[in-house]
T-cell receptor, first 114, second 116 residues
Framework: DQQVKQNSPSLSVQEGRISILNCDYT??????FLWYKKYPAEGPTFLIS?????DKNEDGRFTVFLNKSAKHLSLHIVPSQPGDSAVYFC?????????????FGAGTQVVVTP | DGGITQSPKYLFRKEGQNVTLSCEQN?????MYWYRQDPGQGLRLIYY???????QKGDIAEGYSVSREKKESFPLTVTSAQKNPTAFYLC???????????????FGDGTRLSIL
């Protein structure tokens, strides 16, 4: 049973515009959420995270929003650049588990067009 | 530069063979993890370890084995009991549990295993 879901397998966006990636989760115990970016044949690279005590976290062009009541988080990339073309994974964990295990979504392929 | 090194990048296995994938980190991280990625799917946890000489099964441990004899190393063996071993395998590490449990995992560049 997949506890973290990314329902959009792909997203195409024009360079300079906003990319919005969505992620839903089912386990209410999750309290730490992360976004990773992955290029083909490489490992995922950590982008940004958010704790459940916050509803927004920003880092440069990347902002993550968390809506705990809806069990939903989103990643905004503004402005989108050609180098942002990659697969983005949403991940979640619960700190009381204390093992740091992550549950991953299936990923969203982002293509930034000129 | 600190990081996670996985080797080899590509690996081919004959049916019935065991193969071992290497993972080394010099980040001084306590926790290490192995994931498997299949096309169109997210990463699935195979095994994880928080401390030397201790490891736990993840969600899909059947057909795999690990060891953690050194803090820096967490090799994964894909045994002949794993019926569908063709996949992209990723190793990760993090600072670990407790006050560090809200720390991101850092990944190696993966090993692609194929069956001949």
């Amino acid at each position: 049973d997949q506890q973290v879901k990314q329902n959009s397998p792909s997203l195409s966006v024009q360079e300079g515009r906003i990319s919005i990636l969505n992620c839903d989760y089912t386990n209410s115990m999750f309290d730490y959420f992360l976004w990773y970016k992955k290029y083909p044949a490489e490992g995922p690279t950590f982008l940004i995270s958010i704790s459940s005590i916050k509803d927004k976290n920003e880092d440069g062009r990347f902002t993550v929003f968390l809506n705990k009541s809806a069990k939903h988080l989103s990643l905004h990339i503004v402005p989108s650049q050609p180098g942002d073309s990659a697969v983005y994974f949403c991940a979640a964990s619960w700190t009381t588990d204390s093992w740091g295990k992550l549950q991953f979504g299936a990923g969203t392929q982002v293509v930034v067009t000129p | 530069d600190g990081g996670i090194t996985q080797s080899p990048k590509y690996l081919f296995r004959k049916e019935g063979q065991n193969v071992t994938l290497s993972c080394e980190q010099n980040l001084n991280h306590d926790a290490m993890y192995w994931y498997r990625q299949d096309p169109g799917q997210g990463l699935r946890l195979i095994y994880y370890s928080q401390i030397v000489n201790d490891f736990q099964k993840g969600d899909i441990a059947e057909g795999y084995s690990v060891s953690r004899e050194k803090k820096e190393s967490f090799p994964l063996t894909v045994t002949s009991a794993q019926k569908n071993p063709t996949a992209f395998y990723l190793c990760a590490s993090s600072r670990g549990r407790g006050i560090y449990s809200n720390q991101p995992q850092h990944f190696g560049d993966g090993t692609r295993l194929s069956i001949l």
